[in-house]
Every structure is written in structure tokens, then in C-alpha cells.
């Protein structure tokens, strides 16, 4: 049992450094890459709904309203990918597998547990863009959004959450694991 813990935590750990690590990496590119001008001038252009686009001073403000919900959308994303991989590794590690093989039985729960934190990485922005954000993003560009946020999770969680995380007995409960690192 202590095993299975120290496990846990040193799973949780990696997970929570490699998300600390790309949240880092989306910060510097957005700040020195992108630049606050080109970034405020982007969503001006792209994301704002034009209804806000009037007076200079009402732009610039909800052009920063819009920034800051953006970025809570994006920490909130990544708190369901280290909730959804803390859960999925609570189960690779106490789940007790006796024999070879007897893992890849427990692939329809990482299904489930890959679905479920799917739909909330897909409610994180409906609720932050819909419900916070008073319309001022464009009606259109509030499905790419999401789905580009699914991917983002897709992505994380699959990678860093299940492939390199997961515990060496467990590795084949998750999908294509077994080809991608032993081939």
C-alpha cells in the first residue's frame, strides 16, 4: 500500500511539474513571442464581438475583460487535466494486478475516465466564455474554442496523464500504449 502511494505522488508530482512547465511556456509566448500589443490587437480583430468594438477606452476594457477570462478558461482546463489524471492514477495505482496481461481488462475505465474529463474540459469554457464572459466573445468562434481546448486535454492528459505517468503494471489499460513506448 505504501508502494502504491509513493507511487501516486511521484505520478501527481511529474504531472503537476509538466503542467506547471507548459503553463510557463504559454505565458512566456504569449508576453515576449506574441507581445501584449499583438495579443490585445488579435483579440480586438478576432475574438471581441464587434458590439463592444465602439469607443477606444470601452474596447480596451473589454478586450482586457476578455484576456482575463480567456486565461482563467486556460487554468481551469489544466485543474480538470490534473484532476482527471489524479483520478485516473488513483486507479493505475490501487487497482491490484496480479498477473501479466490482467491490466489491459481495466482499459474501459480510462475510456470513462478519459470521457468524463472530456465533457468537462468542454464545460470549463461554455461555462467561463457563456456564462462569465457576457457575450463578449463572437457567438462563432466559441465551438473552435472548445474544441480546441478538448484537443488540449486530449493531448495532456493522453501524454503526460496516461502514457508517462502510469504506473509500468497498468501501462496497458491505456490505449496504443504498449506500441508507442516498447516499439
Known amino acids: 500500500m505504501i508502494i502504491s502511494w509513493i507511487r501516486f505522488l511521484k ?12 503553463i510557463a511556456l504559454l505565458f512566456t509566448i504569449w508576453e515576449f513571442v506574441i507581445g501584449p500589443t499583438s495579443a490585445n490587437a488579435f483579440i480586438n480583430k478576432y475574438l471581441l464581438n464587434p458590439q463592444f468594438q465602439g469607443e ?19 487554468l481551469w482546463e489544466f485543474i480538470v ?6 483520478v485516473w492514477l488513483g486507479a493505475a495505482n490501487f487497482i491490484p494486478v ?28 461554455i461555462y467561463q466564455l457563456q456564462i462569465n464572459g457576457d457575450e463578449l466573445l463572437r457567438s462563432e468562434r466559441v465551438i473552435p474554442i472548445i474544441l480546441i481546448l478538448i484537443f488540449l ?22 490505449p496504443l500504449a504498449t506500441r508507442i513506448i516498447w516499439k
Do not use: D
Open 11 to 22: 505520478s501527481m508530482g511529474f504531472i503537476l511539474i509538466s503542467c506547471a512547465i507548459v
Open 56 to 74: 477606444p477606452e470601452i474596447t480596451v476594457e473589454m478586450v482586457g475583460a476578455l484576456i482575463t477570462i480567456l486565461q482563467k478558461t486556460i
Open 153 to 174: 486535454y486530449t493531448i495532456i492528459f493522453y501524454f503526460i496523464g496516461s502514457l508517462l505517468a502510469t504506473p509500468r503494471h497498468m501501462i496497458t489499460s491505456v
Open 81 to 86: 487535466i490534473i484532476g482527471i489524471s489524479a
Open 98 to 125: 496480479n498477473k501479466p496481461g490482467e491490466a489491459s481488462n481495466w482499459v474501459w475505465a480510462w475510456y470513462m475516465i478519459f470521457l468524463f474529463g472530456a465533457a468537462l474540459s468542454a464545460l470549463v469554457p
